[in-house]
């Protein structure tokens, strides 16, 4: 029975990944699936000690008590070595804090359990800590679920057959430089471009996309194609869109750019950025995934924790709702204690 569970699992995720890889259910529908796998583990242990499976079953085991006893500590340390990296490389802004800010609250949250600071609180007001805990393990929840189906999304061999291939714009410096963040990408596309051409000897429209900024002097788009041909990519097969102002535009405007009938298409982006992208490629009603440009590790953990900010955004009115009605049931509870009591 066991097993049957755990094949199950496996199965539901496996349905699941193959009808789009770009849902976060994904991410939730694998944890299922390993933590079923623990549990079939766990299960050949007690019925046959002293195996194989035994010393795998332990080792994974006490690797997860680790990570649960001190990767909150470890955590912590990170948020502060990590922002002071950032900082060196990137300047002292709020974007480049919100590690720091995540390490900070979880240090404050450990040393106000260990002084037991609760206790100073009336009880009345315990329904404020309670929703408390209840919205840190909601977003945690889907924290957890986003970086999971990030890391899912990521493992992508698309097909050399693309008809356009689309690269997200991002901010230039001075206004007109190419940084690069942006040349990675530029640079990933224009690898795909020649693969493709060299293994099949099908040129592909690169769609350079995005638009320009209050601060910037021209189009982020004519930016990337003058780089882009520096590299040695031919005029005729550029295509600008230099109107979009964020992702969703990205993919809206690019889709408006294709003309061939079957529209088969990838699109390129930092590796963070790929799910949300990816999500955005969707609505704007783009049949493409997408593949990731490497990025400076000191980067990117500031900018994941930007790029989950973004999804929870898109589906704020759901989030409100629960959360709502957490905070309601959170009252209603302590109330009745109160009352009992």
Known sequence: MVHLITVFFIALFIIAYIQDRRKVLNGFFLTLALISV????????????????????????????????????????????????????????????????????????????????????????????????FCLAYVGFFLFMFAVSSLLYQIYYPKLDKDYIIILGSGLIDGYKVPPLLQSRIKKGLNFYRKQLEKNNKKAYVIFSGGQGKDERLPEAEAMAKFAKTLGLEEEQIILESQSKNTYENMKFSAEKMTSSNKKAVFVTNNYHLLRAGIYAKRANIDADGIGARTAFYYIPNAFIREFIAFMNLYRKYHLIILSIGFVLNIILTALYLYLN
């Open 38 to 133: 623990m549990g079939s583990l766990a299960y050949e242990t007690v019925q046959n000690p002293g195996t194989f499976i035994t010393y795998i079953f332990v080792f994974l085991f006490g690797l997860i008590v680790i990570l649960l006893a001190f990767g909150g500590f470890g955590l912590i340390i990170f948020s502060f070595f990590n922002t002071i990296k950032i900082y060196q490389k990137e300047g002292i802004r709020l974007k480049n804090s919100l590690l720091l800010v995540i390490g900070i609250g979880i240090l404050f949250l450990n040393i106000a359990r260990i002084l037991n600071l609760d206790q100073y609180i009336p009880t009345q007001l315990d329904f404020l800590f309670s929703f408390a805990s």
